[in-house]
């Protein structure tokens, strides 16, 4: 069955392979992850397993929140997640998925929000060429002309211009798993993956 679990960037460092090579990796801390609630095809019109991670006080938790856990004698979780499943056949509710669930040397795709940059100009955002820089240049930086003159009079819709730059959902695919700790519940895969440290990220089997 294809594995979806919740985990946390630990960070960054390198490793040196059997022939001496240095390869980048990133350290996951992965799980124990809870089953809370699965949905059917008969009841939900669906099929899918809503995952809860990292235990926390109640008081970090709504009272929906909490009696949604406590029914199924679940401890208080910080973060659920609903996926989508083909078959919920191999799935119980109260079930604890870990690092355990994978293996070495299989591809994952890895979700979370990439790092936010605040408001970004053009050239940092779209990678926009400059203006030139001497002395009687009015446009270092400027954006130019951002649309048609008289017909249509407006600028259309996407421009591409200055704006938040980061923060958004980012996924990387095919990520190779070097190592697993399953005492520490921790991952190494080959690369870097979504965000900073401490960012909230989906591994997804292939």
Do not use: W
């Amino acid at each position: 069955m294809s594995v979806t679990l919740l985990g946390t960037k630990v960070g960054m460092t390198q490793i040196f392979d059997t022939s001496g090579l240095v390869i980048p990796v990133t350290l996951i801390k992965v799980g124990p992850c809870y089953i809370t609630q699965i949905k059917r095809k008969d009841t939900h019109k669906y099929e899918a397993v809503q995952i809860g991670y990292r235990e926390v006080a109640p008081k970090h938790l709504t009272k929906p929140e909490i009696g949604h856990l406590k029914k199924e004698d679940l401890p208080p979780l910080k973060y659920l997640k609903e996926f989508r499943v083909k078959n919920t056949d191999s799935y119980q509710v109260g079930q604890i998925l870990t690092v355990e669930n994978l293996q070495v040397g299989q591809l994952l795709n890895i979700s979370g929000n990439s790092i936010g940059k605040g408001f970004a100009g053009f050239q940092k955002r779209h990678n926009f060429s400059r203006g030139p820089m001497s002395h009687g240049s009015k446009n270092h930086r400027e954006p130019g002309s951002i649309g048609p003159g008289t017909t249509p009079g407006r600028v259309y819709p996407g421009k591409r211009m200055a704006g938040h730059l980061g923060n958004r959902k980012t996924t990387i695919q095919n990520l190779e798993v070097i190592h697993i700790n399953s005492q520490d519940h921790l991952l190494v895969v080959k690369g870097s993956v979504p965000g900073k440290y401490g960012n909230l990220l989906v591994v997804k089997t292939k």
